[in-house]
């Protein structure tokens, strides 16, 4: 395992989809390189707070909204 | 009824049928706004404004694409619109609240090597230091990581709204990767 393919297998890793092998190389990996081990800590800090505001919904008035605006041009 | 159906009957004198399209796309469009927004009242904004400019544009819709890819351009060049009409003070405050808080940011998401990403909590400035390196992206970069991260896109749907190839999209989203996790250690390198 080597940097550049522990980079591209980290949406991989984290959505749980590599083979067990796999999982235990990348895991090896960050675990004795600084610079993966940072890589994986921003790339899962920065989904998370993707996931957060993801979760938010668009307010349910807003196709009335839209219509109305039409209507009234 | 298809999207294509729904326009044609719109065009052909239904204004009302254009709900359809505004049910079945809001909560993409508000993801993507909120991609670039940060803010729930001013997604919801951006996204009426996308909607009534889509609507508008409407007899101009070719479909040589989805309506989704068209939309999703739209909402796009909107939502750049929208944040580069920010005001000057704004953006000042802004940088000025990032990088006065570096410090504070590097030391939570600093690493020691073994340590377990996995367990990391997350603290609200956390939360503003992930937003700000965001929106610090060049506009290409951000533009794609908002659609891969925020909408789920693939590189293909990525590149046709972004009238790009794969290899070009797949290259923002590296460099964008790179330049975010640059921003969050704390190291000065850019683009």
């Not at chain 2, 000042?92 to 940011?105: A, M, P, S, V």
């Not at chain 2, 590189?155 to 972004?162: L, Y």
Request: charged residues 30%.
């Amino acid at each position: 395992m080597n940097c550049e393919l522990c980079h591209k297998e980290f949406d991989a890793w984290h959505k749980d989809r590599l083979t067990p092998e796999r999982r235990d190389q990348v895991d090896s990996h960050i675990k004795t390189c600084s610079e993966c081990n940072e890589y994986y800590r921003v790339q899962i800090l920065i989904d998370r707070v993707i996931a957060v505001e993801k979760e938010l919904q668009v307010n349910p008035y807003l196709s009335a909204r839209v219509m109305t605006e039409i209507e009234n041009r | 009824m298809t999207d294509n159906e729904i326009i044609s009957s719109v065009l052909q004198g239904n204004p009302n049928n254009y709900r359809y399209l505004v049910e079945k796309y809001q909560q993409m469009v508000f993801r993507t706004c909120i991609g670039f927004v940060h803010n729930k009242d001013d997604a919801d904004d951006l996204s009426q404004d996308i909607f009534i400019q889509a609507y508008q544009a409407l007899p101009r819709f070719k479909g040589d694409s989805a309506f989704s890819t068209w939309l999703y351009r739209i909402a796009v060049n909107a939502s750049l619109n929208k944040i580069r009409k920010s005001t000057l003070k704004n953006i000042l405050q802004r940088i000025e609240n990032f990088t006065g808080k570096r410090n504070e940011h590097e030391t939570f998401v600093s690493v020691s090597t073994g340590e377990d990403p996995e367990n990391m909590l997350i603290r609200q400035e956390q939360i503003e230091a992930v937003r700000q390196a965001l929106d610090a992206l060049p506009e290409n970069q951000r533009t794609a990581i908002i659609l891969s991260k925020y909408d789920d896109l693939s590189q293909k749907e990525i590149a046709e709204i972004m009238n790009n190839t794969e290899g070009a999209v797949e290259a923002l989203l590296q460099r964008a990767k790179k330049n975010l996790r640059d921003k969050l250690s704390g190291k000065r390198k850019n683009n």
